[in-house]
């Protein structure tokens, strides 16, 4: 089936001008289509100054970015950060065997202690070996706990003994089996900025050669080891996922269209386009990050669809006899229009997300609508323009072709098969495929939001692994912080500021669910235990003699606010939401007695516990919004009140049966699967989009609407189907990666580009028909 001429007829009647579905911005890609070697002299020179701005991009790999925001909880935190450097800049040894005690294991440990701290770029250690023995007499400065030569037999066990009931080391430096050993290495801050990655190297490198043959393992964690791992992950991902994007495109050109030429026409707009858009965002300084990351596939699925739609219709032309100037001008002209419209609705999808709390998801945003014009731009120019320089002796194409389309044909009459079948009874199959959606909408209703710090981070590296060892041993690795802030006319010294930061103190290390408790109060109980005395002057004494960057942990520099510091396990938001208000709801009492004292729970662990659930859930109902307002889009562009109700049910679909597929399996709704939900459903509208454009085209006076529906059935089909499973194909290659977000945002993608498809054929068909009935 084809049409004569795309300017003319419509369902008004014959001759009559048709509206311009996209006001005639499609256009614009006639002229490449003229003057296709100047095109190619600026395509080139715009893909050089790309491919700088493609190097300029660097990788935004802090922990906190998700809930990056101008909110008074995230710049008290960012606040804490400043004034407190510690869990920034703390890299985690985690050493464990059962052997970790013995004799010699113990000699093998200090000495890694020891040279771990020789370092260039680390500003501090603590560790089992930093425990001392009450002072003896005057002496201001104690002895360590561990002698400069350590005892034998009885005289080590009575030692161990001794270090196993050490309030300072028990259940926080050293495990209560005394199987697992944390070391605590403070990095200088600069060297988390530039220079991270040789560090970080050394001190692996030091600590596997300190415990190569002793039966120890030894593992790093922390957030500069995950800011390294998520950098690494982010820029191996980039090419990886670059290269398929490649592959899977010139794969699926090469496959439908058995030319070389025909291969570039169809796969180079999208490639190009990558290669455009990212070096439009390097030039913008956006920066690569968990999401950014998946824009070199997204751009794909935008583009490649139109791009396979504008080759196949001038193919079709050409085997018609037409010249390929005449080709790619239908082309254009025909599919243009839906060209345009799909990048519009996928630049919706991502306008979206700007009204996103979090900073990350509205950079992706932002992103997003800069890679769809890009694409858009790509496309319309490029498949023109790389048509008229490549194809060559058109009829010998055309006879060589004819005939020969075996595969193409057998999915013409697939989808000639479906779209009778479909519209034969277009009301039942309207109401089964209302009634299934109605049931999926039921049970994503149950779908709960999902956070887990983990799942940003990659999970094939040690430090997942050691911080799952934190949380078995050690009742966590992720900080959670109490911020207390001194009146004005109040020292830390006060006795009632001292009494506060006391009763903070037993509160937290009380609270269930935290661990690991730190901070000046630690001295003092010490203080009380081993000297009898932890009057303030005493206080002051030891706090003065020890190093500063240890006493940055707790203390801020003009000290006027301390940190009480605990740790809990990298466990789901919805199970440390109760712990953070639990432990919020008991300082009341301690800020009502103490009116002046500004006290705070702060820290990522309580942003994200506080905050995740709500930012998923505010997602989950901007994309209704989305859903409405896109479908309101579609159908003022095409005129019709019958189209607007039309692309509604195929629309949602793939939205719930991707999120009933997370309930089922039990994942819940996360960041990644609601982006990827939101996204999904602007590019799921491509299909649509493009069958109601060729329907638009294929309807005539008087003739039943069932006609049109498998005329354009068959016409759009193939090729709908084909880049769809082949796109699904190269989202879900993402499951390849070492970051747990950008798996499943992947195949979520891709099995939402799947249901897409499926409700293009099975839903949209006998829908637009029965619509048409029930309307006219």
């Known amino acids: 089936m084809q049409i004569e001429n795309p300017d003319k007829t419509s369902a008004g009647g014959e001759g009559k001008p048709r509206f311009r579905l996209a006001l005639g911005v499609e256009r614009f890609g006639l002229i490449a289509l003229r003057h296709p070697f100047i095109g190619a002299v600026v395509f080139v020179v715009l893909a050089i100054v790309a491919a700088f701005g493609v190097m300029r991009i660097q990788a935004d790999d802090s922990l906190s970015q998700l809930f990056r925001s101008d909110t008074p909880e995230y710049l008290q935190y960012e606040e804490v950060t400043k004034r407190f450097p510690s869990s920034e800049y703390d890299v985690l040894v985690v050493v464990e065997g059962k052997t970790l005690l013995e004799r010699d294991h113990v000699e093998k440990l200090r000495e890694l202690v020891t040279d771990l701290q020789l370092i260039d770029g680390t500003r501090g250690i603590i560790s089992l070996f930093s425990a001392r023995e009450p002072p003896e007499g005057n002496s201001t400065i104690p002895e360590p706990l561990f002698p400069e030569e350590l005892p034998q037999g009885a005289a080590y066990d009575a030692l161990i003994k001794k270090v196993m009931n050490n309030e300072i080391i028990r259940g926080k430096l050293l495990s209560l089996d005394g199987e697992l050993a944390l070391i605590v290495l403070a990095l200088d801050p600069e060297v988390t900025s530039s220079g991270l990655s040789p560090v970080v190297d050394e001190i692996r490198r030091t600590v596997n050669d300190h415990l190569a043959g002793t039966g120890l393992k030894g593992e790093l964690s922390g957030v500069p080891v995950m800011q390294l791992d998520i950098r690494n992950a982010m820029e191996r991902d980039r090419v990886v996922y670059n290269a398929l994007g490649f592959v899977a495109g010139c794969l699926i050109a090469i496959l439908f269209y058995r030319r070389v030429s025909f291969m570039v026409i169809a796969a180079g707009p999208p490639l190009t386009a990558i290669l455009l858009a990212l070096g439009a965002l390097g030039w913008l300084d956006f920066r690569l990050n968990i999401f950014l990351n998946v824009m070199t596939p997204l751009i794909m699925v935008i583009s490649f669809s139109d791009s396979m739609q504008l080759t196949f219709i001038a193919r079709d032309r050409l085997i018609a006899g037409h010249t390929k100037a005449e080709a790619f001008r239908d082309a254009i002209l025909i599919a243009g229009p839906a060209c345009v419209l799909t990048h519009a609705t996928a630049g919706l999808s991502f306008v979206s997300l700007l009204f996103a709390r979090s900073d990350l998801i509205r950079t992706f945003g932002e992103a997003g609508i800069i890679a769809t014009m890009v694409a858009l731009v790509a496309v319309l120019t490029l498949v023109p323009m790389l048509g008229m320089l490549l194809v060559h002796k058109e009829t010998t194409f055309a006879t060589k072709i004819k005939g020969g389309d075996a595969a193409v044909d057998m999915l013409r009459h697939f989808c000639g098969f479906i779209a009778h ?56 690795a992720n900080p959670l912080d109490i911020l207390v802030e001194f009146p004005e006319g109040k020292s830390l010294y006060d006795p009632e500021t001292l009494s506060v930061i006391a009763q903070v103190h037993s509160i937290m290390e009380k609270q269930a669910g935290v661990g690991n408790v730190w901070s000046i109060e630690t001295l003092r109980r010490w203080l009380a235990e081993k000297l009898g005395k932890s009057d303030a002057a005493t206080l002051k004494q030891y706090v003065d003699v020890l190093p500063q960057y240890l006493v940055r942990r707790f203390v801020s520099a003009n000290q006027d606010a301390v940190v009480i510091s605990g740790r809990i396990p990298d466990s789901d938001a919805s199970k440390l939401l109760p712990i953070v208000e639990d432990l919020d709801k008991t300082l009341q009492p301690v800020r009502t007695a103490n009116p002046g004292y500004q006290i705070s729970v702060t820290g990522l662990s309580a942003i994200a516990a506080r905050n995740s659930a709500d930012m998923i859930r505010k997602l989950n109902y901007g994309l209704t919004v989305e859903i409405i307002f896109v479908a309101a889009f579609v159908g003022l562009a095409f005129r019709s009140l019958v189209v607007m109700l039309a692309v ?39 299909a649509t989009i493009h069958f109601l454009n060729r329907l638009r085209l294929e309807e005539r006076p008087g003739e039943d609407p069932g006609g049109a529906v498998e005329r354009a059935t068959i016409l759009v089909g193939p090729a709908l189907i084909l880049t769809s499973v082949v796109l699904a194909c190269g989202l879900a290659a993402t499951v390849f990666s070492n970051l747990p977000s950008l798996r499943l945002f992947g195949w979520l993608s891709a099995f939402a580009m799947i249901a897409a498809l499926v409700a293009d054929l099975l839903i949209l068909r006998p829908t637009i028909m029965f619509l048409r009935r029930l309307i006219g």
Request: positive net charge; glycine residues 10%; charged residues 15%.
């Open 648 to 686: 509604i049910l195929p629309g949602i679909f793939p939205v719930l049966a991707s999120g009933d597929l997370l309930w089922l399996i039990g994942d819940g709704l996360q960041f990644a699967s609601i982006v990827a939900l939101t996204v999904s459903f602007g590019l799921a509208l491509s």
């Open 421 to 476: 079948r479909m519209v034969s009874r277009p009301g039942h199959y309207t109401l089964i495929a209302a009634l299934v959606i109605s049931g999926l909408a039921f049970v994503y209703l149950n779908l709960q939001p999902r956070y887990r710090l983990a799942d940003l981070v990659p999970d094939k590296e040690q430090a997942v692994q050691a911080s799952g060892r934190l949380d078995a041993k050690l009742t966590g």
